[in-house]
């Protein structure tokens, strides 16, 4: 299983981003996917997750911002991102688990200016 993270880059306070997923070696909609985030000096935490049936969960930060979706035909699950706020920048990553082994997509580096 491979998973390829794309859709940072540099935006102002207030605005949005849409990060995917790119999923290959397994379907999405048998797969539980999490974005997690990562800034500097911290730990990284989970952002976002969506199960093998649809179900969501978010971090309470992110609660009413960020909606995580999947797209089964393109085996891509996204999060888009809204009203960003300066503590919103850090390097997200998309995650995988199965059988103890854990999946990384090599992140991407979001970054609100304020």
């Known amino acids: 299983v491979q998973l390829q993270a794309f859709g940072g880059g540099l935006v102002q306070a207030g605005g949005s981003l849409r990060l995917s997923c790119v999923v290959s070696?397994?379907?999405?909609?048998?797969?539980?996917i999490d974005w997690y985030r990562q800034s500097p000096g911290n730990l990284r935490d989970l952002v976002a997750r969506?199960?093998?049936?649809?179900?969501?969960n978010y971090a309470d930060s992110v609660k009413g911002r960020f909606a995580i979706s999947r797209d089964n035909a393109k085996n891509t699950v996204y999060q888009q991102m809204n009203s960003l706020t300066p503590e919103d920048t850090a390097v997200y990553y998309c995650?995988?688990?199965?059988?103890?082994?854990?999946?990384w997509g090599q992140g991407t580096l979001v970054t609100v200016s304020s």
């Open positions: 969506i199960d093998a049936i649809g179900n969501r």
């Open positions: 070696g397994s379907t999405v909609n048998i797969m539980a």
């Open positions: 995650h995988y688990e199965t059988l103890g082994r854990n999946y």
